[in-house]
């Protein structure tokens, strides 16, 4: 089979590998769609923590499954699948309590283990998740899509809260659905013109705010009649950005960090303390989210087709994936088809 791998931050290419083999509570799937996301791009840039190369990247994977052994699953050859691809240990204190989604001794294909810009993946049977009513475009925007249903479970929003989502990219579109759909009245707010003016005609918020072209602090102040809003979820990967959050939280606020950064962060403590401060991290996902996700996709409570802005082949992957890193691509979701 033929796989993609990032030799080091720069650097792609082609190479053949032997296919892997079937062992107990397996599925072997050949992939059918890959979406590419800021993991992908950071790991080619050497910018993404947690990580070693070489590395075959991706894990916004959709499946056809052509071996199983899956003990008491109902899954069957032929089928086509979303993959959950954070292999958790079973074992450690976070798993043990119900959050496989931040194990001790995490394992995420694409970053801890090979992914799937491969041909084809052994992938645990209990990892895979099957919906008829989907697309395998879909099923492979699921991951990206339980990611930000995952943040907004973790915040609780409640029907009628101001929500500011800072980040427009795919986490934050997310993040920006699934918010409205718990009822939230959502604020975007991006650095990028064109980001916003897609959130204002794919998304339905309530306002959008351009950072560096206005006061945000004031603007949020008069958006929410000086109450600010009540959760704020970082999607952007940029320090300053998480560092400047803090002041735009209402009192009794929740700030929810979903996105990453191989930086250490800091915020004024009195400004904290005087808030009450909730400050929550958001990783990965669980099944639970990825049931939800797939669930509002089939009743058409969340928009997928935008999203994909670019799309080419895995043998063309190699070549136009540079272009995708570039901010002038306008790339929202790049999508790979096998």
Known sequence: ??????QKPGELFISEQPLPSSSAGHALVRMKRLGICGTDLHAYGGRQPFFSYPRILGHELSAEIVEIDGGETELKAGETVAVIPYLECGRCIACRNGKPNCCVNMQVLGVHRDGGMSEYLS????????????????????????????AVRRAAVQPGEQVLVIGAGPIGLGIMQFARIAGGSVISLDISKERLAFVEKHIPVQHTIQAGTVDVAQRLAELTNNDFPTVIFDATGNRQSMMDGFLYLAHGGRYVLVSLVTADISFPDPEFHKRETTLL??????????????????????????????????????????????????VIKGIVEF
């Open 1 to 6: 089979m033929k796989s993609i791998i990032c």
């Open 123 to 150: 992938i645990p049977a209990d990892h895979l998740i099957k919906n008829s009513r989907l697309s395998p475009d879909q099923l492979a925007l699921t991951e990206c899509f339980s990611i930000g249903a995952h």
């Open 281 to 330: 991290s958001s990783r990965n996902a669980l099944r639970a989210d990825f049931e939800w996700v797939m669930e509002c996709m089939a009743n058409n409570k969340v928009k997928t087709a935008p999203m994909i802005t670019h799309r080419c082949s895995f043998m063309e992957l190699a070549e136009q994936f540079p272009h995708w890193t570039r901010p002038e691509s306008s």
